[in-house]
């Protein structure tokens, strides 16, 4: 540990975070914009999306879907539902992936299904499968 100029014998402390652990991922370059960043520039408004759910009106849709993961955490027990869990949600609510994509995701491809593809997240019940 280098010494400090007043006394050579002493030991300089490190401040907090002074110490790096690896690359700063802050300044790497990820090949341009995604379309999912969320920092505003000079100019650059919220969507009235956003800002109405940020002053606590929701809208139907937004609302629907947090009583949902609300009702998902209740049923199961867990206070942080995982991302597989939100997804389950998400399709059970009746959403598809029926248009390409608005955001470039470098490490999945785009998809798209039908709009009435059934959810698929839980298995098949005995019962459903006798009644089809």
């Known amino acids: 540990m280098p010494s400090t100029p007043d006394n050579p014998d002493q030991p300089k402390l490190k401040h907090v975070g002074e110490e790096k652990r690896g690359p700063d991922r802050r300044k790497a370059d ?15 408004r919220l ?52 248009l390409p994509s608005s955001i470039k995701l470098r490490a999945a491809e785009d998809w798209q299904e039908a709009p009435d593809a059934p959810a698929a997240v839980r298995p098949v019940r005995r019962e459903d499968r006798e009644a089809a």
């Open 30 to 44: 990820l090949g341009g914009p995604s379309g999912l960043e969320r920092r505003r520039g000079p100019g650059r």
């Open 47 to 98: 969507s009235d999306f956003t800002r109405a759910a940020e002053e606590g009106e929701l809208t139907q849709e937004q609302f629907m879907f947090v009583m949902a993961i609300e009702g998902f955490k209740k049923a199961n027990n867990k206070v942080y539902p995982s991302w597989t869990d939100v997804l389950e949600v998400v399709r059970l609510l009746g959403y598809r992936k029926t």
